[in-house]
């Protein structure tokens, strides 16, 4: 597929990469990397599955609150003052995502789990917003 773009559009994503760098070079930009996730809806509960590679359990903050759970944690990058890097695209920096559920959920039954880089995120619905199954009685 080829694009087309005009001089001023190429000019504009031009700054916008530079003024990227620099915001995260001195500490500006909140949000750096963005953390793909899936999210699946069982009976019982949602589970989300995050991507999070390098990073360990205690990097990552996990909050539940009513109907939201919200993931945040930072990508560390541990460069030395005369390190020269001919290309550096790890992503590195803070993130959080949030998500809201249309029904509560049940905080201190949720379970995470680290493993090969993707979190798996577990967290019960309360009681009340589960379906229930109903017998048809015949006479």
Known sequence: MTMYMTPYQRARLRNMAMNDR???NIGLASNDV???VDIKDENDAFVLYAIVPGLSAEDIDIEVLKDTVSISGEFKHEVEDD?????SERPYGKFRRSFRFETKV??????ANLDN???SLRV???PEAQPKN???KTK
């Open 34 to 36: 963005h953390v793909p």
């Open 83 to 87: 390190d020269v890097f001919l290309r």
């Open 124 to 126: 019960p619905k309360v």
């Open 106 to 111: 049940v905080a201190d039954n949720a379970e």
């Open 22 to 24: 620099v915001a995260r």
């Open 117 to 119: 880089g993707i979190l």
């Open 134 to 136: 109903i017998k048809v």
